[in-house]
């Protein structure tokens, strides 16, 4: 992935690798898949999403990241998160169907988001920034993960102050963006026992079935809505009550919310 072009003004067009800002790597993933492998040599399969994030985070100058994995219906299904607000920010670009993530997957590059507060950034997602912003994060760097035939998913770094990551910094988030889709590759066939990876993926994605069984009993509750305006009117309430999509899609499964005679 460290040979993909940038995409810095969401146009997706190509930037060849001799713009500012762009470096070839000195040396493959290959040393940081070693470092990782290690950190997360006898771990227990339910600790292996928190570790794999903790053991990233370890590698770059962030204050937090989460790592999603792609959806066939364009969904995101979240693999870990190192802290609440990386947390939240996986959900709000879920619920809003916007953001740095949601572009990296389309164009399949990084996405580059050093002040979501101001400037192109804010005007890039309107709905997406301030949510962030309020969340903790004034700067977001999205890395796509998989390759170019395959996009497994993104790894979402965020800092709680503005300002792009230095050329090193960035270069180290692709070869580390690099590492972590050579083990998503082979956790199925290396030691991860894979009994293990499974249940992780199935703890994820209980989160995202919620919102479509939400989704389907917003359909049953408006005769005549169909699955994609269920969504949307899903997301945009819970855009409205500044929650995530999956807290509003709970309420609508246990009957404490109903979607008839709302607004």
Do not use: K
């Amino acid at each position: 992935m460290s040979t993909v072009p940038l995409d810095r003004a969401g146009d997706g067009r190509p930037r060849a690798r001799g713009d500012p800002g762009i470096q070839e790597p000195v040396r493959g993933p290959g040393e940081v898949v070693r470092i990782l492998v290690r950190a997360l040599d006898g771990v227990p399969a339910e600790q292996l999403p928190a570790r794999l994030c903790e053991a990233v985070l370890g590698l770059l100058p962030v204050s937090g990241l989460a790592m999603t994995m792609s959806g066939e219906d364009g969904g995101a299904t979240a693999l870990c998160a190192s802290d609440e607000t990386a947390g939240r920010l996986g959900e709000i670009q879920f619920g809003l169907g916007e953001g740095p993530g949601v572009r990296a997957v389309e164009v399949f590059a990084p996405v580059l988001a050093p002040d979501l507060a101001s400037g192109s950034d804010a005007h890039r997602w309107p709905l997406f920034a301030p949510r962030a912003v309020e969340a903790g994060a004034r700067a977001m760097f999205s890395m796509p993960l998989g390759t170019s035939g395959v996009v497994l998913g993104t790894m979402d770094l965020y800092r709680a102050a503005p300002g792009m990551l230095a050329t090193p910094d960035l270069r180290g988030a692709m070869l580390v963006a690099d590492a972590v889709t050579v083990l998503l590759a082979a956790f199925p066939h290396g030691p991860t026992p894979v009994e293990g990876l499974t249940a992780w993926l199935h703890d994820a994605e209980s989160h995202r079935t919620e919102v479509y069984e939400a989704a389907g009993m917003i359909m049953s509750q408006l005769r005549g809505v169909g699955p994609d305006e269920a969504l949307a009117l899903l997301r945009a309430r819970a855009f409205r009550e500044n929650r995530t999509a999956t807290e509003v899609a709970r309420d609508v499964i246990s009957r404490a919310t109903d979607f008839r005679g709302i607004d």
